[in-house]
C-alpha cells in the first residue's frame, strides 16, 4: 500500500516540474503579482492608521480572550452540581452486548469471554480437591456440554476476537465458535449451577 502512496506521490512531483518552467509566467501573473500587490494595499492601511487605535485593537482582543476563559471556568463549576450517569450493572453490560453482537466478532466474544469466565467459575465450584487454575481446560466429573458448547466456551476464555475472520468483501467467511446459539450455551451453564 506505501508503495503506491509513494508511485503516486513520485508521478505528481515529476508532473509539478514538467510544468514548472512553462507556467512561470501565468503564475508570476495570475498569483505572485495580486498576492504582492495586496500585501502592499494591507502595509498602506497599517502605516495610514494611528498607532493609538492599533493598540486599542490589540487590547480589546486580549480583553475578549480573557473573558471567554473567565466564562469557561463559571460554566465548569455549573458542570459539577449535574447527575452522574448511572452505573452500568453486569447483567445491563452483558445485555447490550448482546444487542450489539450482530455489530461484529468482537461483541461476539465478549460475551463468550463472560460466559467461559463464568463456566471456569462454576467448575471451581465443583471442584474440591484441588484449586483451579485459569488455564486449567474446561472439564470435569459432571461436565458434559456438546462439543459446540465447548468449543464456544473455550474459544471465549482462552480465544481472541482476532483469531476468527469477520468475512470481509474479499475474504470467505469462515464459521467460528462463537457463531453458536447464545442462549443454548446459558441454559447448559444453567443446569450446571442447578447441579
Not at 19 to 29: G, I, K, Q, S, W
Not at 99 to 104: I, L, S, Y
Not at 115 to 141: C, V
Request: charged letters at 20%.
Amino acid at each position: 500500500m506505501k508503495t503506491y502512496r509513494y508511485l503516486i506521490m513520485a508521478g505528481i512531483l515529476a508532473i509539478a516540474l514538467a510544468l514548472a518552467f512553462p507556467l512561470r509566467d501565468t503564475v508570476y501573473r495570475v498569483v505572485i503579482v495580486p498576492l504582492a500587490y495586496m500585501l502592499w494595499v494591507l502595509g498602506l492601511v497599517y502605516h495610514s492608521v494611528s498607532q493609538l487605535l492599533w493598540w486599542f485593537v490589540v487590547l480589546v482582543v486580549v480583553l475578549m480572550i480573557l473573558s471567554r476563559s473567565l466564562v469557561a471556568q463559571i460554566k465548569l463549576d455549573e458542570r459539577t452540581f449535574l447527575k452522574p450517569k448511572p452505573v452500568v450493572g453486569q447483567v445491563e453490560s452483558l445485555s447490550l452486548s448482546i444487542k450489539k453482537a450482530e455489530k461484529g466478532i468482537y461483541f461476539k466474544w465478549l460475551i463468550a469471554n463472560r460466559l467461559g469466565k463464568l463456566a471456569s467459575r462454576i467448575l471451581s465450584h465443583h471442584q474440591t480437591e484441588k484449586e483451579r487454575l485459569f488455564f486449567d481446560p474446561l472439564a470435569g466429573p459432571s461436565w458434559e456440554p456438546n462439543p459446540r458448547v465447548q468449543a464456544y466456551l473455550e474459544a471465549g476464555l482462552r480465544g481472541s476476537f482476532t483469531h476468527y475472520s469477520p468475512g470481509g468483501y474479499f475474504q470467505r467467511h469462515t464459521d467460528n465458535p462463537m457463531d453458536h446459539d447464545i442462549a443454548e450455551v446459558i441454559e447448559y451453564l444453567e443446569k450446571q449451577v442447578e447441579n
